[in-house]
């Protein structure tokens, strides 16, 4: 069964440093997404992509975030200038066209320092 | 206006009894409610989803109930299995968007 896959599965980065995470949807799906899930608290969303442009983000998705899918396969998030309130695991997600199923990947856990 | 509330925070329930879980919601413009059931070390999974026009929806052992003028829907896993313990959440999408905005979750716990 295809699954959502997202590398790394940790990162550990020093506050003021630039992260991209790394995420590989499920094939043939049309719409991307980015959650975080603050240790011990709920998920939350960031950001909707498709057909090549943010369709939708939430407050949390500020100046520092960044969205990209370079080629056919990934799909990346850029956050410029971490911040201690960074650390989160963040959860990539990806859904085909006429459907409202959200399948989420393993996510990665991203440690500020 | 944007939030879902879920409760209880944690539930133990015994093999084979009934696991409740509530969430209740403000926004009468959410059109999607479904349910998320997540392991340790892993992403959120689909439950079991259900749409306002229908007040209840069963899929095997799971079943969502809808309360549309109450604004609550809730979900019961009947026959409730060790393999059940994880975390679950609710959630509901608006009409029109994509983001799903989520509970804050329950740790199921299911005693052998």
């Known amino acids: 069964e295809p699954e959502v896959t997202q590398t790394p599965s940790h990162q550990v980065t020093q506050m003021g440093q630039e992260v991209i995470l790394r995420c590989v949807p499920i094939s043939n799906h049309l719409y991307f997404y980015w959650y975080r899930q603050i240790l011990g608290q709920k998920v939350e969303f960031l950001v909707s992509?498709?057909?090549?442009?943010?369709?939708?983000k939430s407050e949390i998705f500020d100046d520092q975030f960044s969205v990209e899918r370079p080629d056919g396969s990934n799909f990346t998030l850029k956050i410029r200038s971490t911040k201690l309130e960074d650390s989160a695991m963040y959860f990539c997600?990806?859904?085909?066209?006429?459907?409202?199923?959200?399948?989420f990947g393993p996510g990665t856990r991203l440690t500020v320092l | 206006q944007q939030q879902v509330k879920q409760s209880p925070q944690s539930l133990i329930v015994q093999k084979g009894g009934i696991s409740i879980i509530n969430c209740a919601y403000e926004?009468?413009?959410?059109?999607?409610f479904p349910w998320y059931q997540q392991f340790p070390g892993k992403g959120p999974a689909l439950l079991i989803a259900?749409?306002?026009?229908?007040s209840e929806k069963k899929e095997g052992r799971f079943t969502i109930s809808f309360n549309k003028s109450a604004k609550q829907f809730s979900l019961h896993i009947m026959d409730s299995q060790p393999g059940d313990s994880a975390t679950y959440f609710c959630a509901a999408r608006g009409t029109g968007r994509r983001a799903l905005t989520f509970g804050s979750g329950t740790r199921l716990q299911v005693q052998p």
């Open positions: 992509f498709y057909n090549n442009e943010i369709s939708e």
């Open positions: 926004n009468t413009a959410f059109d999607y």
């Open positions: 259900i749409r306002p026009d229908v």
């Open positions: 997600a990806s859904s085909p066209g006429g459907t409202d199923t959200q399948y």
